[in-house]
Every structure is written in structure tokens, then in C-alpha cells.
């Protein structure tokens, strides 16, 4: 069973930055895009980030410019590198496994807090 565990979240003031990580639990040779997702309080989970094992990255609008993703395939890790943080970014945030940009991610973590006061 793949489990995915969140870390870094928080407690930060607007402008301020937080640095989110992700490891999964085993070697997921199928493995293609580990991405970020985020729900905010009465809306729907949206993409944050996304990464394919090559490289290739997917940003939601909203967090283009300010947020950087990046992963460690040797470390089954993914990170996200939060910048230039804004209250509307508040939310749990959910790490996640798809096989490809095209598909549901088929593994999610359990969410983390992230919390931007003004």
C-alpha cells in the first residue's frame, strides 16, 4: 500500500514563504506525475503544482510565479517551494499520485495546513 506523508505546513504571514514535502513510502515504479493539490473552506479541491518523473511541471493559475515544484526520484520526494504567500492561499494542502498529466491521481496524502494570516 503506498502511503504518501506530508510535511512542512503551517502558520505564516502574507509575503512570507513555507516549503512543503512529500515522500512516498515505497519505490512506485509506475509512478509518472506527483503533483500538489489544495482545498480551501466551501470550495473545491483545485491543482496547485504538478511534476512528471522527467521534469516537466503544470501550475494552477492562481500560483503561477510563486510557487515552485520540484521532485528528488531518488528520495521518492516531491517539494513544494511556497513564495510571496497570500491569505487566499490558505487551505489543506494534498500531495498526490497520477500516472500521467491526464489522469486522476489514483494516491492521495492524508492534507497538511497551510495558514496565511493578513
Known amino acids: 500500500q503506498v502511503q504518501l506523508v506530508e510535511s512542512g505546513g503551517g502558520l505564516v504571514q502574507a509575503g512570507g514563504s513555507l516549503r512543503l514535502s512529500c515522500v512516498a513510502s515505497?519505490?512506485?515504479?509506475?509512478?509518472?506525475?506527483m503533483g500538489w493539490y489544495r482545498q480551501a473552506p466551501g470550495k473545491q479541491r483545485e491543482l496547485v503544482a504538478r511534476?512528471?518523473?522527467?521534469?516537466?511541471?503544470n501550475y494552477g493559475d492562481p500560483v503561477k510565479a510563486r510557487f515552485t515544484i520540484s521532485r528528488d526520484n531518488t528520495k521518492n520526494t516531491v517539494y513544494l517551494q511556497m513564495n510571496s504567500l497570500k491569505p487566499e492561499d490558505t487551505g489543506v494542502y494534498y500531495c498526490?499520485?497520477?500516472?500521467?498529466?491526464?489522469?486522476?491521481?489514483?494516491?492521495w496524502g492524508q492534507g497538511i495546513q497551510v495558514t496565511v494570516s493578513s
Open positions: 498526490a499520485v497520477a500516472l500521467t498529466f491526464g489522469t486522476i491521481p489514483h494516491t
Open positions: 515505497r519505490i512506485i515504479f509506475s509512478t509518472n506525475v
Open positions: 511534476i512528471s518523473r522527467g521534469g516537466s511541471t
